[in-house]
């Protein structure tokens, strides 16, 4: 099955610093990618996703960039704000050969990031 | 918010007893998820319901069980409780339409086992 591996463990950049998060993954047959942002006592929150047919996807401050030659993907978050702390969770989807809808998410082990004011 | 909902938010019982964690999807979501988020194992996948039936299964104990009822709600069954079950317990929803199914989380219910 996929397995999913997330470094660093932990971050800690400046305000206004980039943060990059860096994940491998193992299966060649993951084609979905998705980035999850946890907030102490809350659920984990889709911030961006990208699928294998793409290469680099952005949003405003964040962008997640994919090389399915290596199998890493990354996270990019640029001019880093104080509520940008959190546990970031980097996630692919393990294809479900029986069923064509859904297929479980394999997490990486979150990296906790803060950002000093 | 997701559009997700738990309940109840938190749970605080005993070793041996048995609970259940109900989880509503996002409206129009058919898939249902639940995940297990421990600190030395993390988010991990235990069920996958679409539509009333199981779809995928991780390595959830034999101890716990799911269903999802015609309404779509689901519920997560955990019984002969351990102090290793303590734990947040999350469900996820995905949409039928598109590829690649987006998942989004529930608030998750903290189970505490004493």
């Known amino acids: 099955g996929e397995n999913v591996e997330q470094h660093p463990s932990t971050l800690s950049v400046q305000e206004g610093d980039s943060a990059v998060i860096k994940c491998t993954y193992s299966?060649?047959?993951?084609?979905?990618f998705p980035w999850y942002k946890q907030e102490l006592g809350k659920g984990p929150q889709l911030i961006i996703d990208?699928?294998?047919?793409?290469g680099e996807k952005k949003d405003q401050r964040i962008a997640v960039t994919l090389n399915k030659t290596a199998k890493h993907f990354s996270l990019h978050i640029t001019e880093t704000q104080p509520e940008d702390s959190a546990v970031y969770f980097c996630?692919?989807?393990?294809?479900?050969?029986?069923?064509?809808?859904?297929?479980?998410?394999?997490f990486g082990q979150g990296t906790e990031l803060s950002v000093k004011p | 918010d997701s559009g997700v909902t738990q309940t109840p938010k938190h749970l605080i019982t005993a070793t041996g007893q048995r609970v259940t964690l109900r989880c509503s999807p996002r409206?129009?979501?058919?898939?249902v998820y639940w995940y297990q988020q421990s600190l030395d194992q993390g988010l991990q996948f235990l069920i996958q319901?679409?539509?009333?039936?199981?779809?995928a299964k991780g390595n959830i104990l034999e101890r716990f069980s799911a269903q999802q009822f015609p309404d779509l709600h689901s519920e997560l069954n955990l019984s002969s409780l351990e102090l290793g079950d303590s734990a947040l317990y999350f469900c996820?929803?995905?949409?039928?339409?598109?590829?690649?199914?987006?998942?989004?989380f529930g608030p998750g219910t903290r189970l505490t086992v004493l």
């Open positions: 996820a929803s995905s949409s039928p339409r598109g590829r690649y199914n987006e998942q989004f």
């Open positions: 299966d060649s047959a993951s084609n979905y």
């Open positions: 990208i699928r294998s047919n793409v």
């Open positions: 996630a692919a989807k393990e294809r479900n050969k029986i069923y064509n809808q859904g297929g479980k998410l394999i």
């Open positions: 409206s129009g979501d058919l898939s």
């Open positions: 319901y679409y539509n009333g039936e199981e779809r």
